[in-house]
């Protein structure tokens, strides 16, 4: 979250250098094509196009009913798509049946079958695909250690606790080394400590084994750790597709700004635009704004500037810098939470703005405080136009 | 602790109602035609002795147990009076009986089970419908439509299929069939509670790992309801060793099955002590598969919690 941090490079440099969707003769892996699932009159999945590659780490995000699980569920094959082509390796899978498919799925609920114990539930894909037994118990053994399970091998689901039943089940759904694995809310029913150790776990594993990795969750922060790129889906539709930091630092539309982290969103209106920077009319200051992310509104357009908390600064007196946008306000109310203070100020035009600052000294004496008269500032480049 | 006094109390009254209906419409029965079961016949009313008679005191005690014998059970023993091969057959026909309505059974329960959730209890309705009209009406009503110039026959001849009627009625397939009809709710009814409960993502997780659909019905979901076919076995399989009306209304003369002989031996011969001793050995008979019954059932209860 450190903000300021130069833009274009990205967080955890090693592993983000891969980004085959930036290389146009690479080949994707899964190719959703003008895919439209609808139940009844209800549209699931409304006319979404979508390249997945190899090795990829790939998070859909969105809220519950947005259509994410829909579009998994028709990788997997239990859906069949109303309209568009399905693609897995230049193959078109739509009309392939689900055990047929070169993919695995990890569910939200597990579904361990009760009645064998940990070990039968592990081999029961490689005994499908009439794997010798010499090799099915290798396998399974190297699934049970992977997962670090091998203490538990005969005991029946009923007899391990949540992180244990999750593990049994990821263990199964990698087991047959599927081309994608898919990962339904695959840490939902953990508690926050163990979901975030297993965030870890699972890239490590995404990275060793070498598969591609295609997870459905609402939770932002975990979509922000483990994906390459990300997914933000809104009412069946696809409202970006990005890596992580471009989806939080240049956020498409108002709403993958608003749902992916803590925004202000400012209403304006262009007066001009160049290649250079954009400036905007609006009601929390009588002098123009300058932005120079997000280009692409004209003069005359209605746009909102979407600026992260953390990005803004502030003070007791007028900035000295004159390139900076700055508009005042009253400290309304400021909230602790230990490594950062959240100030909420109300400005004239009835706007209340939340600025964070990191509380970098002891907060004993704070230089700022309720009903204080303060200045906001902010970078031209902090802010991003959206017209969406 | 007056508090786990009364509660203590409360506990008992509650589980002493159903104890002392058991103890008075159960125990006390059971002890009185096992008591006969050890008498002798007598041209007497009641028709049998010896009687406890109070007024002789612990001398007519004494007398009435030197009275009392297992003649009676060696007499139901002997093979030449057929009551042996009227056991052996009843529990031939209450587990032939019992297969048929699992075939039958478990295809209903699993339709119903997979129907949409909003005509389930319809389904279930049309289930125990049946039971709205008489036990013996309704077994009646299979003279009807299986006698020679019954529904069955004359609708077969008319279409052709038959130039003469199907001998049925009085025959062992009869009795099948009234068993089937008869029973087919107390199959119906747990196993379509046991596939109810089945999770269908586990059939999409069976589907997922390489799993075809008719192997993932046996890998899975006919496990799964082991404990529905096992209740709904033995819930048809109990009554129908002892089952008396369907084999005399349907079954013919060769139909043996021991409620029948049971019931000759109380009305045609008016043997009560041998008739009692009758019951005595299908009680100890069925004694078997109701224990393995409660097994199932405390097992379920366990798996439950």
């Given at each position: 979250m450190a903000a300021e941090k130069p833009r274009n490079q990205t967080i955890g440099a090693v592993r983000r250098t891969f980004a085959p969707w930036t290389d146009p003769d690479k080949k994707p892996l899964i190719r959703f094509e003008n895919v439209v699932k609808r139940f009844g009159d209800f549209t699931a999945v409304d006319n979404v196009s979508l390249d997945i590659?190899?090795?990829?780490?790939?998070?859909?995000?969105?809220?519950?009913?947005?259509?994410?699980?829909?579009?998994?569920?028709?990788?997997?094959?239990?859906?069949?798509?109303?309209?568009?082509?399905?693609?897995?390796?230049?193959?078109?899978?739509?009309?392939?049946?689900?055990?047929?498919?070169?993919?695995?799925?990890?569910?939200?609920?597990y579904a361990l079958f009760p009645h064998m114990n940990v070990m039968d539930n592990i081999a029961f894909g490689l005994k499908q695909d009439k794997m010798p037994k010499a090799d099915i118990a290798a396998r399974v053994e190297e699934m049970l250690k992977l997962t670090k399970l091998e203490t538990f091998a005969k005991r029946k689901p009923h007899q391990l606790s949540g992180g244990q039943r999750q593990r049994v089940a990821l263990a199964r759904s990698l087991a047959k080394r599927p081309k994608v694995l898919l990962l339904d809310e695959p840490l939902g029913a953990l508690d926050k400590k163990l979901r975030e150790e297993t965030q870890f776990e699972l890239m490590d594993l995404q990275m060793d084994l070498g598969m591609t990795f295609l997870i459905v969750t609402h939770d932002q922060e975990e979509a922000m750790t483990v994906a390459d790129r990300i997914a933000v889906m809104n009412h069946g539709v696809l409202m970006q597709v990005a890596p992580p930091s471009e989806i939080y630092e240049q956020p498409a539309t108002r709403y993958v700004a608003d749902f992916i982290g803590e925004?202000?969103?400012?209403?304006?209106?262009?007066?001009?635009?160049?290649?250079?920077?954009?400036?905007?009319?609006?009601?929390?200051?009588?002098?123009?704004?300058?932005?120079?992310?997000?280009?692409?509104?004209?003069?005359?357009?209605?746009?909102?500037?979407?600026?992260?908390?953390?990005?803004?600064?502030?003070?007791?007196?007028?900035?000295?810098?004159?390139?900076?946008?700055?508009?005042?306000?009253?400290?309304?109310?400021?909230?602790?939470?230990?490594d950062l203070s959240i100030y909420h100020v109300e400005l004239a035009c009835g706007q209340r703005i939340k600025v964070s600052q990191p509380n970098l000294s002891r907060v004993v004496q704070r230089p700022i405080t309720w009903d204080d008269k303060v200045w906001v500032t902010f970078a031209p480049h902090a802010g991003v136009v959206l017209t969406r | 602790m007056p508090m786990a006094g009364e509660k203590g109390r409360g506990r008992l009254f509650v589980i002493a109602v159903p104890y002392l209906w058991l103890l008075a419409l159960f125990l006390a029965p059971f002890l009185i035609v096992f008591k006969i079961s050890l008498s002798q016949d007598a041209v007497a009313q009641p028709p049998y002795t010896p009687l406890l008679d109070f007024s002789q005191g612990w001398a007519g005690f004494v007398d009435f147990l030197s009275g009392l014998s297992f003649d009676n059970y060696l007499y139901v023993l002997d093979f030449s009076n057929e009551f042996i091969e009227a056991y052996g057959s009843s529990l031939v026909i209450a587990s032939i009986s019992t297969l048929l309505l699992l075939l039958v059974g478990y295809p209903i329960a699993y339709a119903m089970a997979r129907a949409p959730r909003s005509i389930q209890p319809t389904l279930l309705m049309l289930v125990i419908l049946p039971f709205w009209t008489s036990f013996l009406i309704r077994v009646y009503a299979w003279i009807g439509i299986l006698s020679p110039e019954g529904l069955l026959n004359q609708g077969l001849m008319a279409l052709g299929v038959i130039d003469e009627p199907l001998e049925i009625l009085?025959?062992?397939?009869?009795?099948?069939?009234?068993?089937?009809?008869?029973?087919?709710?107390?199959?119906?009814?747990?196993?379509?509670?046991?596939?109810?409960?089945?999770?269908?993502?586990?059939?999409?997780?069976?589907?997922?790992?390489?799993?075809?659909?008719?192997?993932?019905?046996?890998?899975?979901?006919?496990?799964?309801?082991?404990?529905?076919?096992?209740?709904?076995?033995?819930?048809?399989?109990?009554?129908?060793?002892?089952?008396?009306?369907?084999?005399?209304?349907?079954?013919?003369?060769?139909?043996?099955?021991?409620?029948?002989?049971?019931?000759?031996?109380?009305?045609?011969?008016?043997?009560?002590?041998?008739?009692?001793?009758?019951?005595?050995?299908?009680?100890?008979?069925?004694?078997?598969?109701?224990?393995?019954?409660?097994?199932?059932?405390?097992?379920?209860?366990?798996?439950?919690?």
């Open positions: 590659y190899e090795r990829e780490f790939f998070a859909l995000l969105g809220p519950s009913g947005c259509g994410k699980t829909t579009l998994m569920r028709m990788l997997a094959g239990f859906e069949q798509p109303t309209q568009g082509r399905l693609t897995l390796a230049g193959a078109d899978i739509s009309e392939v049946p689900p055990y047929r498919r070169p993919v695995n799925m990890m569910f939200q609920s925004v202000n969103l400012v209403e304006g209106k262009v007066i001009s635009a160049s290649s250079e920077e954009t400036r905007l009319t609006s009601p929390i200051t009588p002098h123009p704004l300058h932005v120079t992310q997000g280009l692409d509104a004209k003069p005359g357009d209605e746009a909102c500037i979407a600026i992260r908390p953390e990005k803004l600064r502030i003070s007791l007196d007028p900035p000295a810098d004159t390139s900076v946008n700055c508009f005042e306000g009253e400290i309304w109310d400021i909230g602790y939470l230990g | 009085n025959t062992d397939i009869a009795v099948y069939i009234g068993i089937v009809y008869s029973y087919l709710p107390f199959m119906v009814l747990p196993l379509y509670s046991a596939l109810e409960k089945l999770d269908e993502t586990l059939l999409e997780a069976a589907a997922d790992l390489g799993c075809p659909p008719t192997k993932a019905f046996w890998t899975i979901t006919f496990p799964l309801s082991l404990p529905g076919v096992a209740a709904g076995a033995l819930l048809c399989f109990i009554p129908a060793v002892g089952e008396f009306v369907i084999p005399d209304l349907l079954g013919g003369s060769n139909t043996l099955m021991i409620g029948k002989s049971l019931w000759t031996e109380f009305t045609v011969n008016r043997s009560w002590t041998v008739s009692s001793a009758v019951a005595v050995l299908l009680l100890l008979v069925l004694v078997i598969p109701i224990v393995i019954y409660q097994n199932i059932q405390q097992r379920e209860l366990e798996a439950g919690k």
